[in-house]
């Protein structure tokens, strides 16, 4: 069966400085995994998403995401945090090759930016 | 070229009330999703459809009933609201390249049961 499991409820960087957003998974098969961002009342907005290709995925905003099967991880990181990544952010896991045929979706990660 | 659209954006119930969100899109996708999300518990499906006029339950469809009468339309009715249906809900559709489904959504319904 999948999972994933997002490892920080939490996070507070302080500006300028790096992102790490912690997000592992278990899937039987191949999966496709992806992040989502979610701004104070707004929907989820994809960023970024792994679909076998290359394991390090660029997305929008300056973040990407390294796929490491070894690890089963899925981690998001950006180099410098600016204010306006102050946000939820959701793990995905998909595995469409699966009988289960599931998206699930890990419970989320707030950051929070520190001027 | 709206993407994803939902009505109403915020409702206020009484327990017992019945209401329909309406869940819109225009990029022809096959595949629409109703979400609940609730703190601490991230995103959990209700109800979904895979075509016109299909749909299949999901993660907690109880106190829920779905109708997806035209492929770009998907409605999520509450029969008797409850408090514990006091949620914001999200409405994605998606399409499916073979090996991965990527998912769109729209803003949110904001839902209070009194």
């Known amino acids: 069966a999948q999972s994933v499991t997002q490892l920080d409820s939490h996070v507070s960087v302080s500006e300028g400085t790096p992102v790490l957003l912690r997000c592992n998974y278990s899937s039987s098969y191949s999966p496709s995994l992806f992040w989502y961002v979610q701004h104070p009342n707004k929907g989820l907005q994809l960023l970024l998403k792994y679909t076998s290709a290359a394991t390090l995925v660029k997305g929008i905003n300056g973040f990407e995401a390294e796929f490491k099967k070894s690890e089963t991880s899925f981690h998001l990181t950006k180099p410098s945090a600016h204010m306006s990544d102050a946000a939820e952010y959701f793990c995905?896991?998909?595995?469409?090759?699966?009988?289960?045929?599931?998206?699930?979706f890990g419970k989320g990660t707030r950051l929070h930016i520190l001027p | 070229n709206a993407g994803v659209t939902q009505t109403p954006k915020f409702r206020v119930l009484k327990t017992g009330q019945s209401m329909t969100l309406l869940c819109a899109q225009d990029?022809?996708?096959?595949?629409m999703y109703w979400y609940r999300q609730d703190p601490g518990m991230g995103l959990r499906l209700i109800h979904y459809s895979v075509g016109e006029g299909t749909t299949a339950k999901g993660e907690v469809p109880d106190g829920y009933n779905v109708s997806r009468l035209k492929k770009q339309n998907f409605l999520l009715g509450l029969e008797s609201a409850a408090p514990s249906q006091t949620s914001v809900y999200f409405c994605?559709?998606?399409?499916?390249?073979?090996?991965?489904?990527?998912?769109?959504f729209g803003p949110g319904t904001r839902l209070t049961v009194l």
């Open positions: 994605a559709s998606s399409y499916r390249d073979g090996i991965t489904d990527t998912q769109y």
């Open positions: 995905v896991v998909s595995d469409l090759m699966n009988r289960d045929d599931k998206i699930i």
């Open positions: 990029m022809n996708h096959e595949y």
